[in-house]
């Protein structure tokens, strides 16, 4: 079992940057590939990247490449979302997930657990 706590969101306004962290409890959290989604209002929850286990693998959508940066400390059982250059239209409440398989990782479906999540707000 992984539970998953997100934190970091808040008001910025454009141009900004935010760092998003998912701390995560259980001891086989470091086995979990972990993505990060987000769902704006009145939107469906999308993928936005993801971090293999290892931190081998990322995975990025297309709005968010070079802007964004996910990374993860085992050790310390985070993932963080390094979020610059914010836009408009990336205000949404972010969602961090974590799973056990390699199957696509932009998937929602394929996640086990989720956190809370935790908004985000980029005034223009």
Known sequence: QVQLVESGGGLVQAGGSLRLSCAASGRT?????????????????????????SGYMTFYTDSVKGRFT?????????????MNSLKPEDTAVYFCAAK???NDFTRTYEYDYWG???????SS
């Open 116 to 122: 809370q999540g935790t908004q985000v707000t980029v």
């Open 100 to 102: 056990r398989s390699y």
């Open 29 to 53: 959290f470091s086995n979990h590939n972990v993505g990060w989604f987000r769902q704006g209002p009145g939107k469906e929850r999308e993928f936005v990247a993801a971090i293999s286990w």
């Open 70 to 82: 996910i990374s993860r400390d085992n050790a310390k059982n985070t993932v963080s979302l390094q």
